[in-house]
Nanobody, 125 residues
């Protein structure tokens, strides 16, 4: 059973930076990904970025490309999300999810079944 634990959420000023961590255990998929999503109360969870474990290829939501960077340390089974130039609208609960090849290709919140508990990010303007 996959277990995912997010950490690193905090309250920061607009323009600041944060790095979130997603520690994975019990992970048995091959050629699969870890994805970051975020959710604001009252809105649907949306994809932020994903990274493929076997080759490190990463993909981003177009609106976040350039400010957010996803990377991994496979030795630690941990995926990170570095967030720079934070904006008030980045305020959300951030979740990581683990997916098999189909789930990763779809990159749809409804296709992922293994989730962490989330870590909150608050950006004050």
């Amino acid at each position: 059973q996959v277990q995912l634990v997010e950490s690193g959420g905090d309250s920061v000023q607009a323009g600041g930076s944060l790095t979130l961590s997603c520690a994975a255990s019990g992970y048995t998929y091959t050629s699969s990904c870890i994805a970051w999503f975020r959710q604001v109360p009252g809105k649907e969870r949306e994809g932020v970025a994903r990274i493929y474990r076997h080759n490190g290829n990463s993909y981003y939501d177009d609106s976040l490309k350039g400010r957010f960077t996803i990377y991994q340390d496979n030795a630690k089974n941990t995926v990170y999300l570095q967030m720079n130039a934070l904006k008030h609208e980045d305020t959300a609960m951030y979740y990581c999810a683990a997916g098999d090849p189909i789930q990763c290709a779809l990159w749809n919140v409804k296709s992922f079944t293994d989730w962490g508990q989330g870590t909150p990010v608050t950006v004050s303007s």
